[in-house]
């Protein structure tokens, strides 16, 4: 059992945390003020917020900040391979023995709270100790009460992507709720940026924002550009070619344009931008595997590509990338109970040539194997199932030229990579 496992664990069967998601800011609010308001120490934080593209809107911007020679901390949900990947602390992330530390001293408090507001502690108490430059702050399913809306001045608040995901947290089930719980407790006295959104959202964000007070930019102000198979961030003053060899995607495009914008309100020159971006990566966003244990498994002719999508709209955006691929294509499909695998999975049709269905390994949040064959089939996918991933990739490697795609969930994603 690895020793970020054994965190998992040792968090999973504290009596003082909680597994359950309860959203309210009382508990933690309660320990920072015990810990002399560590939260109050963080420069610069930067809160992302949203239902699709937090993290590769959060790992643009540490590029180019990071490039621009200063220092950022990095708070993002969920680790794939390992918890320290939650927590980067400028130069590195937080080790084992950091973190485990870091537990005790939470636990000494005697305050009950959720794991995630543990998690986000953590990273409060360790973030306060380094004086970084910026600190990037992933929020969790929605924001009103989530653990990490604590900062009374942030320096930007920065709206991805919202849609119907996270509905099973609230009482009122609704796309309207979604988006007020979102954007209706956003600081008075920051800068919001608005990604791009479904008109119709857009309308309610902006509904929402006319009596909040901050400064306030919408997507509007900046696109994504097409020009002889080319992609380009455009504004009113700058025109920058998109030269990237790993992001594949629009949806991931549009949120490194989206990046982009903030990096160069945030003064960083352009000529810093255009030579970092060939440099970033998306894990388990539309990843293709090129070393490791899993490439040397496949035969010359074939690809294997993780992502990590989990709802319509991550669904869509994969779906209309694979659409531009000339090569037949394989599914391993694998996902959580809390999501809508029936209307996820419409997302792909015409596109796979054969779906395997698998559950996620020690995942007991996991659909099973048999009712996403069940809804494959329903949909009319070519389709069967697997006790695992070691056996799914076993019967559809071969000599054919192909992609393999695996897909439908985070958690199966990094279980996945782990293997590589």
């Known amino acids: 059992m690895s020793q970020s496992t054994n965190l998992y664990n040792q968090l999973a069967k504290n009596k003082l945390f909680s597994k359950t998601v309860n959203f309210d800011l009382k508990r933690i609010k309660l320990i920072l003020k015990k810990l ?20 590769s809107l959060l790992t643009s911007l540490k590029f180019f900040i990071e490039a621009n020679k200063q220092k950022t901390s990095a708070y993002t949900s969920p680790s794939l391979i390992d918890i320290k990947e939650r927590f980067w602390m400028g130069d590195k992330f937080l080790n084992h023995i950091e973190i485990r530390k870091t537990i005790k001293i939470i636990e000494k408090q005697k305050i009950k709270l959720t794991i995630f507001e543990v998690l986000t502690v953590i990273f409060i108490i360790n ?3 380094k004086d970084n430059d910026y600190n990037l702050v992933e929020a969790g399913a929605l924001f009103a009460k989530d653990s990490t809306n604590l900062f009374d001045f942030p320096k930007i608040q920065a709206i991805v992507n919202i849609n119907k995901q996270h509905l099973n947290f609230l009482k009122k089930k609704t796309l309207d709720e979604v988006i007020y719980q979102k954007v209706g407790f956003l600081s008075n006295f920051t800068n919001i940026y608005v990604g791009k959104q479904k008109p119709l959202v857009l309308k309610k964000i902006k509904k929402i924002l006319n009596r909040n007070y901050s400064n306030k930019k919408f997507s509007n102000t900046w696109k994504l550009l097409k020009l002889n198979n080319n992609f380009y961030y455009k504004d009113k003053n700058f025109k920058i070619k998109l030269m990237t060899k790993y992001i594949h995607s629009i949806g991931l495009m549009e949120n490194l344009c989206f990046a982009i914008k903030i990096a160069l309100d945030l003064k960083i020159k352009s000529e810093i931008i255009i030579k970092t971006i060939p440099k970033i990566k998306f894990q388990a966003r539309i990843e293709y595997i090129t070393k490791g ?5 496949l035969f010359p002719n074939e690809k294997l590509l993780i992502d990590g999508c989990h709802s319509e709209t991550s669904a869509r955006n994969l779906a209309n990338y694979l659409k531009t691929l000339n090569v037949p294509i394989y599914g391993i499909w694998a996902m959580t109970k809390n999501k809508e695998p029936d209307k996820f999975i419409k997302r792909f049709k015409g596109i796979f040539k054969k779906i395997i269905t698998i559950q996620i390994e020690n995942d007991p ?8 064959l069940k809804i494959a089939k329903k949909n009319n996918y070519n389709s069967y199932s ?9 019967n559809v490697i071969s000599k054919e030229k ?6 439908g969930s985070l958690y199966s994603a990094g279980s996945i990579l782990s293997k590589n």
């Open 293 to 297: 244990k899993l490439k040397k498994r």
């Open 365 to 372: 949040s996991s659909l099973s194997k048999e009712l996403l």
């Open 36 to 55: 002399g308001h560590p939260e109050k120490k963080l420069k610069n934080v930067i809160n992302i917020i949203g239902s699709d593209g937090k993290y």
């Open 386 to 394: 697997a006790k695992n991933f070691d056996e799914a990739l076993k």
């Open 127 to 129: 973030s306060s100790k």
């Open 402 to 407: 192909k992609i393999i795609v695996c897909f």
